[in-house]
Structure formats: structure tokens, C-alpha cells
């Protein structure tokens, strides 16, 4: 299950990079992109979710 892990990720509500890197990993999902969908959900799952630091 490793795999749903990284290329999975849930986005914070209200946090415009999270938003920013959803839109990516759908796009990436739709594309068949699983760089760029790794690439998306990482940044997701590092995100200060709008905390600034």
C-alpha cells in the first residue's frame, strides 16, 4: 500500500497551495504523469498549509 501513499495525498480546505498542488495531482492523474502526480502529492503532504513557514 506504499504506493496509494505516494501518490496520494488530502489537502487542507482553505490552503491555496494545497489547492494549487490538488489541481496538479488531478491533472497528473488524468495525464497518466506519475512523476509529476508524486511531484504533487508530496508537496501536498509538506505543505504548512498557509501557515507562512
Known sequence: MLDVWLYEADPVPG???CAVEKRRLDQSV???DRPARFAAAQSI???RHGTGA
Open 45 to 47: 503532504r509538506q505543505c
Open 15 to 17: 490552503c491555496e497551495n
Open 30 to 32: 488524468a495525464a497518466g
